[in-house]
């Protein structure tokens, strides 16, 4: 009698571990995107302490450390032949003609089915460091919104989709160095990639703030180069999130941030915000803070690019290419 109830109880709590396990996973939803974690990274990666993650200087250093541990600990694998998280190269600084040393931090997720299509998830981690300004006070340029709020939306994405763990394509996980110095780190990291293997780009860029065209909104730059955007906006209907074709044309935004040096190899890439540019008095101000953005927005809008994206991660969808002109590519036109 005592062996029988022994099994029984074994058998129960086998059970019960499974039904545990399989409610764990049912759990993994985006609202697992949270904003105390949200929180912690923004502030972390904006605080003081970070110098303004000028690229080249040790405030940034102390920033990539960050996202390494962060990718550490979420489960990241290294990308391509590297030995760590770091692409390293040099460049010459344009101000002091001194070589510096610069890299991009980069962490895989591997697909499943599809492992050799590639998605990336991206935003700019530096920033412009310390500048000293007469009759200015606060000499740190934080860069809150600008672009630790993109940063932090890349890692809390990899601990989304790491634990998801559903991907059939391949996401390849990259805060950009040098961006404010002419997308470096991006055009870097462009070099080498074979084009026809990356499936799309979703870089993020400035997401702490109310969009122009209201709450649970953000815009999208290049929507009418690809079906990316369209993509996006058929996996949000019904959420209550809304995605808008960029409102600034005449800024030409899709050129000014990492996600043009993929799109010039004819990758699908575009850039989310939802900054209201016209209005924004915090844009490369030493006031660009983390207090003056509001977590929430910030929050929402990762779980719904988490949302709109998952199609293009898991498969189902692959956006048009990007078609461009031979002046849009840097190309020169040949001397007859």
């Not at 065209?213 to 180069?225: E, I, V």
């Amino acid at each position: 009698m005592k062996k029988r109830t022994l099994l029984l109880f074994a058998v129960t709590a086998l059970f019960a571990c499974k039904n545990e396990k399989k409610q764990e996973k049912a759990e993994i939803t985006v609202a697992s995107i949270d904003t105390a974690t949200v929180r912690k990274h923004l502030y972390t990666l904006a605080s003081d302490e970070m110098e303004g993650r000028e690229t080249g200087t040790p405030g940034i250093e102390k920033a990539a450390q960050y996202i390494e541990g962060e990718f550490k600990r979420i489960g990241l694998k290294t990308y391509d032949t590297l030995n760590d998280y770091r692409q390293n190269f040099t460049f010459t600084d344009r101000r002091t003609k001194k070589e510096l040393k610069a890299f991009n931090v980069v962490g895989i997720l591997e697909g499943k089915s599809r492992k050799d299509e590639y998605v990336v998830i991206s935003g700019h981690y530096d920033h412009l460091g310390i500048r000293k300004r007469e009759g200015q006070l606060d000499s740190i340029y934080n860069g809150a919104d600008d672009d630790a709020s993109g940063t932090t939306a890349v890692l809390a994405l990899a601990e989304y989709f790491a634990k998801k763990n559903n991907n059939e394509r391949t996401i390849v996980f990259i805060a950009f160095t040098g961006e404010e110095m002419g997308l470096l780190g991006s055009r870097h990291f462009g070099k080498d990639v074979d084009a026809r293997k990356f499936v799309a780009g979703i870089n993020i860029e400035m997401i702490g703030k109310d969009s122009e065209f209201g709450p649970k909104t953000a815009w999208l730059t290049g929507f009418d180069r690809s079906d990316f955007g369209k993509i996006i906006q058929k996996n949000l209907e019904g959420t209550g999130f809304v995605l808008h074709p960029d409102p600034y044309d005449k800024q030409n935004l899709f050129f000014r941030s990492d996600n043009a040096s993929l799109a010039r190899l004819g990758i699908p890439s575009h850039t989310f915000s939802t900054v209201p540019l016209p209005t924004d008095k915090h844009y490369h101000k030493a006031s660009d803070e983390a207090e003056t953005l509001k977590v929430s927005v910030i929050t929402e809008t990762i779980r719904a690019i988490a949302l709109g994206t998952e199609s293009i991660i898991n498969g189902v969808d692959t956006p048009t290419r990007v078609v461009l002109t031979d002046k849009e590519m840097g190309k020169r036109k040949k001397k007859k």
